[in-house]
């Protein structure tokens, strides 16, 4: 049986009163513009390190997740659009993928470059860090 849809302009104040209020109510976010004065935002990272990507590589990666954020796109259309569960759950797959992809390749970057050049000198702390990350991303531990 089809559920009745909800009237949108009844909704819509109501809607539009809670998102204002959450968002004074929510502290914001940490950012900084970078040193050149541009609007870029810099995301505070939750170690003090970080890592150099090249130009392609940073190309790469942001086509990967600018592939998942449309695919997440298409999932609250197909929601708003009262798609059928298993069209969602397909396209939920598809976002799953994106993700893993991405991951993929910051493991395999990762691995590359920190994890071995720290091996070579003979340091196993970036390795030891890794398995642990592996573990709460893969196995749940």
Not at 39 to 48: A, G, I, P
Not at 75 to 102: M, P, R, W
Request: aromatic share 4%; charged share 30%.
């Amino acid at each position: 049986m089809a559920r009745p849809k909800k009237n949108a302009a009844a909704e819509a104040p109501a809607k539009a009163t809670r998102g204002r209020k959450a968002a004074a109510e929510k502290p914001a976010k940490a950012t900084r513009s970078r040193a050149s004065g541009s609007d870029e935002k810099v995301y505070k990272c939750l170690s003090k390190r970080s890592t150099k990507r090249d130009a392609e590589a940073k190309r790469a990666l942001t086509s990967r997740l600018n592939r998942a954020a449309g695919q997440i796109n298409g999932l609250q259309g197909l929601l708003e659009n009262d798609a059928y569960c298993t069209d969602i759950l397909v396209q939920v797959a598809a976002v799953q993928s994106a993700l893993k992809a991405f991951s993929r390749e910051i493991i395999v970057n990762h691995l590359e470059t920190v994890v071995s050049v720290d091996l070579k000198k003979g340091n196993t702390e970036s390795m030891n860090e890794f398995v642990k990350v592996l573990q709460k991303q893969f196995m749940n531990g």
